[in-house]
């Protein structure tokens, strides 16, 4: 992660606190090293995708009303 994109997580993370946006948070960084490319992780992210707008249609938030934030081995 780049100092731009833990600043702008912040910034992210700040209008969820104000109740603005939801926050999905996944993983715990206990996949299998060798399935642990970026390959590999396209189908989680696609995922997260799925569950942050099925989260933020539910919360009847616009679009971008969800930050998606995980934890992926290797990635």
Request: net charge negative; glycine share 14%.
């Amino acid at each position: 992660m780049r100092w731009n994109d833990v600043r702008q997580l912040g910034g992210l993370l700040a209008r969820a606190a104000e109740g603005e946006l939801c926050v999905l948070m996944a993983g715990d960084r206990a996949e299998d090293p060798a399935e642990s490319s970026v390959a590999d992780a396209a189908p989680k992210a696609e995922m997260l995708d799925v569950l942050g707008d099925i989260m933020r249609v539910g919360a009847g938030r616009p679009p971008g009303g969800a930050v998606r934030q995980a934890q992926v081995a290797g990635v």
